[in-house]
Structures are given as structure tokens and as C-alpha cells.
């Protein structure tokens, strides 16, 4: 299934030649004699001498570091390596490098409300938040949590709790009570910082009840913080004052003593990060990501793999329950601007974001595949409607980008762009799969294998294919690997979630094949494929074709057990006004027939008024395969819309032929 067709999109010879990624290249050959001539060559070398390039990247992006040691890598076992056994550094310092007038956040919420902070006021406002926690009891290894929207407030609050060796921990404020429990009642944190309400499709929501609720139920919280969105601060005042334990961010602040703001040194494996799996088999697992590892990942990423720098204005769409947050926010380090939104990205009109883009000059646009699907549906043209002069970079995340999604980016939104498909996930907070500024862009491809990462595609007989499908894998350890799981003394969960299958060898769990000339492909879950007939088939390839279909607006895909095997069925969502008759289901089969093979046509087209998704926005595949086989539906807290599973429960077209 390798792509031969031609790139949608290649980097000029100048281009190439003024990247980050090229400079490096270039640095590290001069360094060390060597005549790496691209990037197939460079990354070869960087897993090859793992220790050097790390140490070198290290140089290279100038981590700020009270010590760094002599060793690059201590013990090299997977789970358990121990890079930079002998560093001591503090995050926060290396976000906070730059101290200037220049525009660090910018904050713009769906209802047009607008702020910003120069670096400079950044520091200052971490500065005397810090002061705040210090004074509130706060201590190295202590946790402190946002339950908060994707806002300013949110990131000073994050590098205040790093600025003191604790650690910060977060999910959005669309979650329930069961989901914030789930998570933050696992990790016991001491202070927690939540809004009193938000925006969201142009609704004003209220977190005021849940919040009473959660102190109620979180023993170990001590302050509530609560950071006025939706209200003016004299009524929340008033509002918190019926509030246990609670005060409001202004008030914490200014009643705490002064103090200047220091960066305690941590060792390189000191928890920085809690993030929390999607939960939707059980409890979220609490994954623990070290200091320096994320460190050292997201400045490879950005300046490397994005090529960010100083004057770009870097924009993810994102919640605080993702880890594309906490992706977003490093971009700090390289001294852009961040641009943060909060609400719906189609409120008050589809092409909202793409105003924004114009309005606040972003080069780097990130982006959910789902995002892109639906934004095609919708009939939108950025390119010409939008000036989207300073784009440079466009970038999806959440699921598979499909190959008329990358076509659509180039045909209707810009010509000349980077459109980088990146894969990873919450278990990395990165990516091992994104983009290069420096190579070509297929369609339906993610550009490349991240520097310094063994990413390798094995068959079931544990070898490294290329142009196969198989397990995406990384076959050596890396920096940025979680340093476990919360209450996971033996480390059994941890060690159960990746090196199951091939002991010390990380499995992430996507099917996925490595293409000829060195790009990835992602088919889907591992846990989703579907086995009809034993042929393994992932589900994105099924989607790629049901997007091609006009009246289809979204859909999920299962395997039904059926008479001693596994039968393909499909849900979709349809435009309004359009009926799912025969002809319709014909088409929609005889277009994934004509372009895969006749086992992956669903046996079965059902439609339905919704699709269950996770709170990030992911279908969740093996929910509604549980629902439909009669099986319980752990956590459905995870989801963001759990009564959706409803409408899968005991239908009458999946009990016959």
C-alpha cells in the first residue's frame, strides 16, 4: 500500500536550507566530521547514537540547566531508562527564558473577549502566583490541578506550580463530576484552580455547582482558586463566598507575602506532568512525564520538526484535557507567540478560526483531522475567503488524516504550506511520527519518524517491515517515555500497557505501515482493527473512502461478531433532510469496494443521529462495539457525550442478515 503518487508539496532548495532542521544538520556534521546529506540519513544517525544526539540537541536548543552531568544515559532498559542521570533543571526557567515586551499569549474566548501578556508580564504574573502557592504550603512533589478552559490564567498557573518542583495536573471544564473525580481523586492534589464558568457554542455554562461538589469529595484539596471567565470578578466574589475552602485568584494573590521567583533544580526524571488516558476501559491510568524528557521532546518538535522561532505565532486548537495542550504551551521556550482559544470552533460560523488565523498572524496552525473533515463538509474555502498570509505550517492531530483531507488543506486552504499529520499521544505527551519543513508532503502520509526515536513497523513475527502493515513500535528507549504510572508501586500497569507483546520493546498500539521513502502511515487502534475473514483492516482506511461520500457528515466503523467470524458494520451520520435508502447504501459500498478490497464493504450501513466521542474529540470504537455485542461500557464519564451509546443498544438491523 506504499504511496508512489506525486507530493502535494515540496520545500524549496532555499527553503530547506534556512530550517532549523537543516542547521542542525549541518551543526551536527561539522561536530562530528560526518556527511549526513538529508534527513533519512540524519535520523538514521540519531537512533543509531541515541546519547550523542540527545546530548547534542540538548546543546543545540540551549536547555537552561543548574547541572547537566557527564552522562547522557544511565541504565537503558525500557520501562526504566535513566537519561541525564546526573542533570538538575526546573521547566518553568526554560519556558520563561525570554523576558522582553514581545507578545507571549493571547487569549481569545468564542464570545470575541480578548487579552494578552508580553513575556515580560508573563514572568511577573508567574512570579507572584509562585509567591501565592509557596505561601499557601505548596512543595516540591506536591500536586496542583486545573479544572480550567484553554486561557491565560491556566499557563501562569501551570508554571508557577513547575516554577516550585510541584506537579501540574489538568482536564477541561467539560468534564463531569465522575470524570474529575476519576482523575484528580486519584493524584490528591493540594490546591486546585477551576473557572466559575465558560463558553461553549454559544451557551454560558456553569461550573459553580460541580465545584462544590468536587471540594466536597477531594479530601486533599485544601484551596480552591477560582479564576472568574464567565462572570465579572465582583460576582464571582460573591459566588465564592458560599464556596468551601474557596477564594478568588485576585484575592490569593494579593494577599500573599512577596517573594522573588526562583527555579528549584529538579533531577532530569522529576514529575513535571499527571496526564490521564481516555479512561473509556476502565479508570484513566495516571501517566507521570518527567521534567526533562518532555523538555527535551517538545524543543526537538517545535524547532526541529516545526521550525518555530521567535517571530512565528504558534496556535493549537485545544482544551486542557488534551495533551496537545501541554505540546502547545512549550512553544514558549522558543520564544513565539502562543495563541490560546477556548469554545467552539465553529461558533459564530464555521470559518471562525480562520478569522482569528488573519486577525493574530499565525504561521504554525494545529488542528484535529475531525476538524478538517468537518470544516470540508461545510462547504468553506480559507483560501478564498482569508489572506492567511504568514501560514506556513498546518498540522492535525486526534486521528488519521485522510488523503482527501490533505487535499482539501492544499486545494482550499493554502498552496504553499506544511501540512504535517503528527501521531503519538497522551503516553509521550509528543509525537513519534510528525512533520519536517524539509521533505515533500504525500497524501495520506505523516512526513517522517522523529529524530532520535527507533520507530519501527512489526509484523506479528516481531520483524521491522517496510511498505507492510503491521505494530508500530519504537524499538530503543527515548527520553520523553512516562516515568510510570500514579499508584503504580511494582509498575505492572505501566509495563501491561506497552511491553506486553514484545518485552522492552514499546507497543503504542497503532496499526500502521513505513512507506519506501521513509514516510508513515496510520490504519488506526490496534485494539480497532477489524478481522473479517482473518484479513486485518484498519478503520481509518474505511474512512478515508465513507468521507468521499457527499451526504455522509461522520462515522464509525465495528466489527460485529457473526457466525464464528467478524462482519463489518458501519454507523453514519448523515446531512440533514437526507434519509439512508438503498441507493445511498450502494453507493456509499460501491465506493469503499472500487477503492480497497470487497472485505472491507460493511456487511452492514446503519444510520444513526450520533457518534459517541471521548472529551478530546476521538470516536471511541471499542465503546460502541462493546454496546452493540451487550457488553458493559466502563467510565462513560470519558465521553463527551455519553447518551450517544444509547442509540446503538439492541437495533433490530444488526440481530439478522
Given at each position: 500500500?506504499?504511496?508512489?503518487?506525486?507530493?502535494?508539496?515540496?520545500?524549496?532548495?532555499?527553503?530547506?536550507?534556512?530550517?532549523?532542521?537543516?542547521?542542525?544538520?549541518?551543526?551536527?556534521?561539522?561536530?562530528?566530521?560526518?556527511?549526513?546529506?538529508?534527513?533519512?540519513?540524519?535520523?538514521?544517525?540519531?537512533?543509531?547514537?541515541?546519547?550523542?544526539?540527545?546530548?547534542?540537541?540538548?546543546?543545540f536548543t540551549e536547555v537552561i540547566a543548574s547541572e547537566r552531568g557527564d552522562r547522557e544515559l544511565g541504565r537503558d532498559?525500557?520501562?526504566?531508562?535513566?537519561?541525564?542521570?546526573?542533570?538538575?533543571?526546573?521547566?518553568?526557567?526554560?519556558?520563561?527564558?525570554?523576558?522582553?515586551?514581545?507578545?507571549?499569549?493571547?487569549?481569545?474566548?468564542?464570545?470575541?473577549?480578548?487579552?494578552?501578556?508580553?513575556?515580560?508580564?508573563?514572568?511577573?504574573?508567574?512570579?507572584?502566583?509562585?509567591?501565592?502557592?509557596?505561601?499557601?504550603?505548596?512543595?516540591?512533589?506536591?500536586?496542583?490541578?486545573?479544572?480550567?478552559?484553554?486561557?491565560?490564567?491556566?499557563?501562569?498557573?501551570?508554571?508557577?506550580?513547575?516554577?516550585?518542583?510541584?506537579?501540574?495536573?489538568?482536564?477541561?471544564?467539560?468534564?463531569?463530576?465522575?470524570?474529575?473525580?476519576?482523575?484528580?481523586?486519584?493524584?490528591?492534589?493540594?490546591?486546585?484552580?477551576?473557572?466559575?464558568?465558560?463558553?461553549?457554542?454559544?451557551?454560558?455554562?456553569?461550573?459553580?455547582?460541580?465545584?462544590?461538589?468536587?471540594?466536597?469529595?477531594?479530601?486533599?484539596?485544601?484551596?480552591?482558586?477560582?479564576?472568574?471567565?464567565?462572570?465579572?470578578?465582583?460576582?464571582?466574589?460573591?459566588?465564592?463566598?458560599?464556596?468551601?475552602?474557596?477564594?478568588?485568584?485576585?484575592?490569593?494573590?494579593?494577599?500573599?507575602?512577596?517573594?522573588?521567583?526562583?527555579?528549584?533544580?529538579?533531577?532530569?526524571?522529576?514529575?513535571?506532568?499527571?496526564?490521564?488516558?481516555?479512561?473509556?476501559?476502565?479508570?484513566?491510568?495516571?501517566?507521570?512525564?518527567?521534567?526533562?524528557?518532555?523538555?527535551?521532546?517538545?524543543?526537538?518538535?517545535?524547532?526541529?520538526?516545526?521550525?518555530?522561532?521567535?517571530?512565528?505565532?504558534?496556535?493549537?486548537?485545544?482544551?486542557?484535557?488534551?495533551?496537545?495542550?501541554?505540546?502547545?504551551?512549550?512553544?514558549?521556550?522558543?520564544?513565539?507567540?502562543?495563541?490560546?482559544?477556548?469554545?467552539?470552533p465553529f461558533y459564530p460560523a464555521a470559518e471562525s478560526l480562520w478569522d482569528m488565523a488573519d486577525e493574530e498572524n499565525?504561521?504554525?496552525?494545529?488542528?484535529?483531522?475531525?476538524?478538517?473533515?468537518?470544516?470540508?463538509?461545510?462547504?468553506?474555502?480559507?483560501?478564498?475567503?482569508?489572506?492567511?498570509?504568514?501560514?506556513?505550517?498546518?498540522?492535525?492531530?486526534?486521528?488519521?488524516?485522510?488523503?482527501?483531507?490533505?487535499?482539501?488543506?492544499?486545494?482550499?486552504?493554502?498552496?504553499?504550506?506544511?501540512?504535517?499529520?503528527?501521531?503519538?499521544?497522551?503516553?509521550?505527551?509528543?509525537?513519534?511520527?510528525?512533520?519536517?519543513?524539509?521533505?515533500?508532503?504525500?497524501?495520506?502520509?505523516?512526513?517522517?519518524?522523529?529524530?532520535?526515536?527507533?520507530?519501527?513497523?512489526?509484523?506479528?513475527?516481531?520483524?521491522?517491515?517496510?511498505?507492510?502493515?503491521?505494530?508500530?513500535?519504537?524499538?530503543?528507549?527515548?527520553?520523553?517515555?512516562?516515568?510510570?504510572?500514579?499508584?503504580?508501586?511494582?509498575?505492572?500497569?505501566?509495563?501491561?500497557?506497552?511491553?506486553?507483546?514484545?518485552?522492552?520493546?514499546?507497543?503504542?498500539?497503532?496499526?500502521?505501515?513505513?512507506?519506501?521513502?521513509?514516510?508513515?502511515?496510520?490504519?488506526?487502534?490496534?485494539?480497532?482493527?477489524?478481522?473479517?475473514?482473518?484479513?486485518?483492516?484498519?478503520?481509518?482506511?474505511?474512512?478515508?473512502?465513507?468521507?468521499?461520500?457527499?451526504?455522509?457528515?461522520?462515522?464509525?466503523?465495528?466489527?460485529?461478531?457473526?457466525?464464528?467470524?467478524?462482519?463489518?458494520?458501519?454507523?453514519?451520520?448523515?446531512?440533514?433532510?437526507?434519509?439512508?435508502?438503498?441507493?445511498?447504501?450502494?453507493?456509499?459500498?460501491?465506493?469503499?469496494?472500487?477503492?480497497?478490497?470487497?472485505?472491507?464493504?460493511?456487511?452492514?450501513?446503519?444510520?444513526?443521529?450520533?457518534?459517541?466521542?471521548?472529551?478530546?474529540?476521538?470516536?471511541?470504537?471499542?465503546?460502541?462495539?462493546?454496546?452493540?455485542?451487550?457488553?458493559?461500557?466502563?467510565?462513560?464519564?470519558?465521553?463527551?457525550?455519553?447518551?450517544?451509546?444509547?442509540?446503538?443498544?439492541?437495533?433490530?438491523?444488526?440481530?439478522?442478515?
Amino acid at each position: 500500500m506504499t504511496n508512489n503518487a506525486q507530493p502535494l508539496w515540496q520545500p524549496s532548495p532555499e527553503a530547506i536550507y534556512a530550517t532549523q532542521m537543516d542547521q542542525f544538520r549541518r551543526w551536527v556534521n561539522e561536530r562530528h566530521g560526518l556527511a549526513l546529506a538529508d534527513y533519512a540519513a540524519l535520523h538514521q544517525w540519531s537512533v543509531d547514537r541515541r546519547e550523542q544526539f540527545w546530548s547534542d540537541l540538548w546543546e543545540f536548543t540551549e536547555v537552561i540547566a543548574s547541572e547537566r552531568g557527564d552522562r547522557e544515559l544511565g541504565r537503558d532498559t525500557m520501562p526504566g531508562a535513566e537519561w541525564f542521570p546526573e542533570a538538575r533543571l526546573n521547566f518553568a526557567e526554560n519556558l520563561l527564558r525570554y523576558r522582553d515586551d514581545r507578545v507571549a499569549l493571547v487569549e481569545r474566548l468564542e464570545n470575541g473577549r480578548r487579552r494578552q501578556l508580553s513575556y515580560a508580564e508573563l514572568y511577573t504574573a508567574v512570579e507572584r502566583l509562585a509567591a501565592a502557592l509557596v505561601a499557601q504550603g505548596v512543595e516540591q512533589g506536591d500536586r496542583v490541578a486545573g479544572f480550567m478552559p484553554n486561557i491565560i490564567d491556566t499557563v501562569v498557573a501551570m508554571l508557577a506550580t513547575t516554577s516550585i518542583g510541584a506537579i501540574w495536573t489538568s482536564c477541561s471544564p467539560d468534564f463531569g463530576i465522575n470524570g474529575v473525580l476519576d482523575r484528580f481523586g486519584q493524584v490528591e492534589p493540594k490546591v486546585l484552580f477551576a473557572c466559575e464558568g465558560y463558553f461553549y457554542n454559544g451557551k454560558t455554562i456553569d461550573s459553580l455547582p460541580r465545584l462544590r461538589e468536587i471540594v466536597g469529595r477531594i479530601e486533599s484539596i485544601e484551596k480552591l482558586v477560582v479564576v472568574p471567565v464567565a462572570r465579572s470578578a465582583e460576582e464571582c466574589k460573591a459566588e465564592v463566598e458560599s464556596l468551601d475552602k474557596a477564594v478568588v485568584l485576585d484575592e490569593f494573590v494579593d494577599t500573599a507575602p512577596e517573594r522573588a521567583l526562583t527555579f528549584v533544580q529538579t533531577a532530569f526524571n522529576h514529575p513535571l506532568y499527571i496526564m490521564y488516558s481516555s479512561g473509556t476501559t476502565g479508570v484513566p491510568k495516571c501517566i507521570v512525564h518527567g521534567v526533562g524528557g518532555t523538555l527535551l521532546q517538545h524543543l526537538k518538535e517545535h524547532r526541529l520538526h516545526c521550525d518555530l522561532k521567535r517571530d512565528d505565532a504558534l496556535f493549537y486548537f485545544t482544551t486542557c484535557g488534551w495533551m496537545m495542550w501541554n505540546w502547545l504551551v512549550s512553544g514558549l521556550a522558543c520564544g513565539a507567540t502562543l495563541v490560546l482559544f477556548d469554545g467552539s470552533p465553529f461558533y459564530p460560523a464555521a470559518e471562525s478560526l480562520w478569522d482569528m488565523a488573519d486577525e493574530e498572524n499565525i504561521s504554525v496552525f494545529g488542528t484535529s483531522a475531525k476538524y478538517i473533515a468537518a470544516l470540508e463538509k461545510s462547504g468553506r474555502k480559507p483560501r478564498e475567503s482569508h489572506r492567511l498570509e504568514k501560514l506556513r505550517a498546518v498540522l492535525s492531530t486526534g486521528s488519521p488524516l485522510a488523503h482527501e483531507g490533505f487535499r482539501y488543506v492544499y486545494r482550499d486552504i493554502k498552496e504553499d504550506v506544511c501540512l504535517s499529520s503528527i501521531s503519538g499521544g497522551t503516553d509521550i505527551v509528543s509525537c513519534f511520527a510528525l512533520g519536517n519543513p524539509t521533505l515533500p508532503v504525500y497524501a495520506g502520509e505523516l512526513q517522517c519518524r522523529g529524530l532520535g526515536m527507533a520507530v519501527e513497523v512489526w509484523n506479528d513475527g516481531g520483524q521491522a517491515v517496510i511498505g507492510e502493515k503491521g505494530e508500530l513500535v519504537c524499538a530503543s528507549s527515548f527520553p520523553c517515555m512516562p516515568i510510570g504510572f500514579w499508584n503504580d508501586e511494582d509498575g505492572s500497569r505501566y509495563r501491561g500497557a506497552y511491553f506486553e507483546n514484545w518485552p522492552g520493546v514499546w507497543a503504542h498500539g497503532d496499526y500502521a505501515e513505513i512507506t519506501e521513502h521513509g514516510g508513515v502511515i496510520i490504519y488506526g487502534r490496534s485494539d480497532a482493527v477489524l478481522n473479517p475473514g482473518g484479513v486485518r483492516i484498519g478503520t481509518a482506511e474505511i474512512y478515508r473512502q465513507v468521507e468521499k461520500v457527499e451526504e455522509v457528515l461522520d462515522s464509525i466503523c465495528i466489527g460485529q461478531e457473526w457466525r464464528d467470524d467478524v462482519r463489518v458494520v458501519l454507523f453514519v451520520v448523515l446531512r440533514e433532510s437526507v434519509e439512508l435508502n438503498e441507493d445511498l447504501i450502494q453507493k456509499i459500498r460501491s465506493t469503499i469496494r472500487a477503492n480497497t478490497t470487497p472485505r472491507h464493504v460493511p456487511a452492514k450501513v446503519i444510520q444513526v443521529a450520533d457518534i459517541p466521542r471521548t472529551i478530546s474529540g476521538k470516536i471511541v470504537e471499542l465503546a460502541v462495539r462493546n454496546v452493540v455485542h451487550g457488553k458493559p461500557v466502563k467510565n462513560q464519564e470519558a465521553l463527551a457525550n455519553p447518551e450517544a451509546l444509547e442509540l446503538y443498544e439492541n437495533l433490530p438491523e444488526l440481530a439478522g442478515d
